[in-house]
Each structure stands twice: as C-alpha cells, then as structure tokens.
C-alpha cells in the first residue's frame, strides 16, 4: 500500500487539551513494498504514527492518504473494510488469557473470513497447517495446542507476529515487536518478518528499539523525536552523530538498555470490577 | 446517650407507621393460634399419592426455572450485544456516533425496564394473560431475568481488559467476530458462572412465583395453607429447602468447574 502524510499532527485522545501533539505536522510517503523502520527514545510518537497509519487514531490536522484515498473521508463500511487491509500488531500481544495459541494466531485471518466460518473456526480451527508453519517460523510450533496464558511473555510475543504472518494485509504495522525478546530470538523474529513482507509484497513499518536491528533490517530509517520526525534517510546514511543527537539525554536507550516500560494509556490492564451479584 | 435519644426520636414515627408491635405476638389468643397451626404441621404428609405431587411439583419447579432462564438467554444475549460500547466501530476513532450510541441507549434503557419490574409483577400481569399455570411463571422469569442478565453480561464484558477485542476491530474484523475471538474468550467464565448462579435465583423464585397461581411447588404451598393443612405444609416446606439447598450446591460445583 502507498502511504501519503501531508501535515499531518495527530493527539492522543486521552490527551489534555493545552498539551503539545503526539505527532507535529509530518510529510512522509512510503510507497507500496517498502520497509521502513521507526527509531527515537520513548514518548516520541512512534506508536502515534502506527496508530494514525493504520487508521485508528483519525489525525488532529492534515491529511492521510492510502493508495490515493482519504480514508477518513469514506463511509464507516468501506473505512472498516480498509482496515481489513492492514494490520496493526500492538507492543503487548492482544491475546486473551483462555484462547488457544492456534485460535489465536487464526484470528489474524477474521477480516477475510465470513462470520460463519469463523465461528465454525472457533470450534474447529480452520487452517491448522497455516497457523502451524507460521509458529514454526518463529519457533513456536509445539505450542499449537497450549493455552495462551501458559506461555512466557516472549513466546506471547512470537505468536501475535505469527498473526500478522496470517493477516490478509497488504501493510503491517508491527510496534516494537521485539520489546520481551533475548537477542538470539530478536534477530530471528525481525528476519522472518521482513522475509515474509518481502515474500508477500506487504509495506512493512515497525518502530525498533533496538538501532543496530533497525539498521541492519531496514533499508529506510525514520527518526522521531518530539513528535518531529528528525531524520528519514537511507540506513547506509545514518551515522553515530545523528544517532547521538536524536537519543540525547536519552543515551541509555540508545545504548541498548531496556527502556522503563511505561504502561500506554487506554492499553493499561484495567483492573477488572467485581460485577454485581444480587439475588433478592 | 444523645445519639440514643435522637436515634428513638427518628426510629420512633417509623415504628409507628410499620405497626411495629412485637408483643402481640406473646398474647394468649395469638400464641394459641401459633401453637395450633405449629401442631397441625406434625405429623408432615407422607401419603405416596401426596408425595408423588410433590416430586412432580418440584420438578415442575426446576422446569419454569430453566425455561425461564432459557427464555431470558434468548433475551440478554442480542441485547448485550448491542449495547456493548466496546464492540462500537464508530468507537475505535475516539468518540462513538450519534445512530450508534443512540441505539445502544435504547437498548440500555430496555434492560433497565425489564430489569425494574419485578419477576412477581410480571407473573401477576401473565396469569391475567395467559391463565394460571407454568407458563405465566416461565414468561415472567424470561422477562426480568433477561433484563437482569443483559444488564450484568454487559458489565462483566465492559469491566475487564479491552486489548484483544479493540485490536480485532482495528485490524477489520466484524463486531461479532470481535466478540466471539476477544471478548468472549476473555469473559467465558465469569459470564457462564453468572448464568449458573441466576439459575439458582431462579429456582428460589419459581416457588414464590407459585403463590401467585403461576404453577410449580408454590401453587401447592399456597393452597395448602389457605387449606389449613399443616402436614403439607411442612413436607413442602422441607422439599423447598432441599430443592434449595441442592441448587446451591450445584451452582456451586459448576461454577467451581468454570474457575
């Protein structure tokens, strides 16, 4: 999918009304098949750009274009059907606790399936072999059967990415995929999802933490900083003093360390009311 | 001492106006009667033929409760599923459109209705309706309950954690898709738990239901007492609490099952 930022700022919508946007007006093209890798310290908008790109968030000025449309000109149906389109996978894996891992991973697959289907899936899966060789590229494929809260925070990782492996998409959206990942397990993880785009011909935009994976994986690199973007070059033209000054005063991130894993609003585990039990 | 008497000043109109005057109760006229009507319940019936009504009775009890529950399975589940804010497409852009959010007001404001009338009035309303008898019973329970049900379901769905459910949307997924894929598998416990437990509340007010001609134990146990026939009383009495009692311990099994 071609993808076309005019100006575009966008706010979260939790956001208090006198603070400064997310994202500053942002001109950005990414032409269909490219892959692109978002870097910048935390708080400087990268998961606000995946949410704008994938129409979940509707920008607060500016224009977004996909493949030459506005989305948020278009009728509720057809935006949601565009959303079928892309897929966006969020830092924390959307899994819920009960599901199977291979119910999980088919889910990837509702926006192309009709509601009948899909609940006959949920009794018997649908495309068991699919789900199966998507594990298998992240390493996963004993776990087909399991329970989605008996894996480890890393493996819930690897299955929201084999979802995005079944998605029919033709963008993916991935935010910080390797965020609960050991480095051998990164490399292999980010290999196999800049593989498969390519494979597929999907548009492939993830935001790194880790800067020497986005350099090493992604011809393109944007650095955002403040909600600005303030690089978008080659990965061969990234260089130390640029890397420098987009993580300044944020250097332990640059160095690699873990980053304080701030909970994002509206993504935080509410904490589950007790409902009511009255019986007269 | 000034809480005690300003307590006695507040409580004192209100015991007025209940008629609160517990020592009628030790008159000799009124122990008389007392002891008379607790005499007559010994020795409890036993005869077969009584016995025999009275399984088929409490049968006939579990059957409005479960019917009735069914009923009001049919009722809640559309209901809650269309009042749920977190399967809103509209939604997922920041604030919910104005059709759809009316909508779910209408069906909110429903509930409520079904919900507010008690299952009693509704039985009062049916056995006008239909004639005395289950189905006046049955009909009622749907009523409330599915109110009380749509109600609770769709709390249990919006309190708990939204992630799987907001992201199956995102990514263009139908709402019931989202339902069946995220929200469901995240809630399934606690809801099918809920479900058992108000069939319990549902067989305890099957028999109160009874009183008021809609069929089941209750019937028996209000024409038995308009009777004077004490013997009868008790054994139905008993029954009700076992039957009661092996609700609770049911509900309590399956709902242990569910975790």
Known sequence: MNLELQALAARHPAARAGSAAALQPLDLRVSAGEHVAVIGPSGAGKTTLLQVLACALPPASGTLRIDGQVPWRLPRRALHALRGHLVLA????????????????????????????????????????????????FDLADKLFDRVD?????????????????????????DEPLSALDPTRARQAIGTLVEQAHARGAT?????????????????????????????????????ERLARLYAQHEHELRGELPQELPLPGEAPAQPAPAVMHCR | MFWTGAALVVLWPLLVATEFRPWVLLETRNLDVTRRFIASFFPPAHSPEFLALVARESWRTVAIATAGMTLALVLAIPLTLASTRVLSVSALAGRMAAVPFAIRQLVRWLLVLLRSVPELVWALVFVRVVGLGPTAGVLAIALTYGGMLGKVYGEILESGEHHATVSLLRNGSSRL???????????????????VYRWECAIRSSVVLGFVGAGGLG???????????????????????????????VSAALRKALG
């Open chain 2, 219 to 249: 019937q028996q146990l209000d024409s038995a007492m308009k009777m004077f026939n004490g013997g009868e009383v008790l054994t139905m009495l008993a029954v009700f609490v076992a039957l009661v009692a092996l609700a609770d311990h």
């Open chain 2, 177 to 195: 898709q989202a339902f069946l894929f995220g929200l469901l598998p995240q809630n399934a416990a606690e809801l099918a738990s809920y479900t």
């Open chain 1, 150 to 174: 008996r894996l480890s925070g890393g493996e819930r990782q690897r299955v929201g990415l084999a979802r995005v492996l079944l998605a029919p998409a033709s963008l993916w959206l991935v």
């Open chain 1, 90 to 137: 969020p830092q924390v894996p959307p899994l819920p606790p009960r599901q199977r891992v291979v119910t999980a991973v088919l889910a990837g697959r509702l926006p192309a399936m009709s509601l009948a289907r899909s609940l006959r899936s949920l009794f018997y899966p649908a495309d068991i072999p699919a789900a199966h060789e998507a594990l298998e590229r």
């Open chain 1, 204 to 240: 492939l935009v993830a935001t790194l933490h880790q800067v020497e994976t986005a350099l090493a994986h992604f011809p393109r690199v944007l650095g955002l900083r403040d909600g600005r973007l303030a690089f978008d070059l080659p990965a061969a033209q990234v260089t130390r």
